[in-house]
Nanobody, 119 residues
Framework: QVQLVESGGGLVQAGGSLRLSCAASGRYDIGWFRQAPGKEREFVAAITSSGGSTFYASPVKGRFTISRDNAKNTVYLQLNNLKVEDTAVYFC????????????????WGQGAQVTVSS
């Protein structure tokens, strides 16, 4: 059974930074999604199990960076230059079958980490 545990959320002012972590029970392709109040869950970023390829959604490209430490089975999402519209619960997901940007392609999900950006 794949287990995922997110950490690192919090409250930050606009323009600030946070780093989210996703500790996994093994080595998998990992994706990050977010869900803001009243909105559907949306793709943020993904990284292959080797770390050789990364993918980003347009709204976060250039501001967020996904990386991994395979010795720790942990994937990180560095969030820089945060905007109020980045406020959401951020989820990591593992073991996709299909297109990374589709949330239904991912089989396993963490519990989520709240990121709140104030103006």
């Amino acid at each position: 059974q794949v287990q995922l545990v997110e950490s690192g959320g919090g409250l930050v002012q606009a323009g600030g930074s946070l780093r989210l972590s996703c500790a996994a029970s093994g080595r998998y392709d990992i994706g990050w999604f977010r869900q803001a109040p009243g909105k559907e869950r949306e793709f943020v970023a993904a990284i292959t199990s080797s770390g050789g390829s990364t993918f980003y959604a347009s709204p976060v490209k250039g501001r967020f960076t996904i990386s991994r430490d395979n010795a720790k089975n942990t994937v990180y999402l560095q969030l820089n230059n945060l905007k109020v519209e980045d406020t959401a619960v951020y989820f990591c997901a593992a073991d996709p079958e299909g297109t990374y940007t589709n949330d239904y392609a991912w089989s396993f999900w963490g519990q989520g980490a709240q990121v709140t950006v104030s103006s």
